[in-house]
């Protein structure tokens, strides 16, 4: 299974949000800086994060974005959700109903085993997903971290991490 560019990016960005003092905001341009990625593209998964209630949004020039929600209620399922959107990743087009030599339609009243053995294998994925928060990344991180990547992060925030009000 193959997702966009646009998970990586938007997992990586709700964890980073997730080090946010309160009343704080970064903005898309420092979180695309951050990891290296193009603000444009970044956006467009930020606004679905967003939209989703993942996110929220403090428009004006000290604007920027944070967390709705606390990291333990974030799950990386809802994340994949609101930038890859609720379809399963296999969709069965019932192509065995196509081509020369048609069978009965009598073969055709159960739905497709291959398509009931995708949809299975995708429920065990998606819960996996859901079982895992950015709080549990956190915590994992953290576990491997030397100090290095809180560093990073740290004086990453401590330049470009913006105070509002709350």
Known sequence: MKM??????????????SGLSKGGVLSAAALAEFHGVSTSYLLK??????GAGILDTVPGPKGGYRLAKAPKEISLLDIVIAVEGPAP????????????????????????????????????????LAKTSIADLGIELNALDDGSIAARGYAFLEIHERKTTR
Do not use: K, T, W
């Open 89 to 128: 990743a296999f969709r069965c087009a019932e192509i065995r109903q196509r081509g020369p030599n048609p069978v009965s339609d009598r073969f055709f009243a159960s739905p497709c085993n291959i398509s009931a053995a995708m949809l299975r294998a995708e429920r065990v994925y998606r819960a996996e």
């Open 45 to 50: 998964h930020l606004q679905a994060l967003s």
């Open 4 to 17: 966009g560019d646009g998970v990586e990016q938007a997992i990586h960005s709700v964890a980073m949000l």
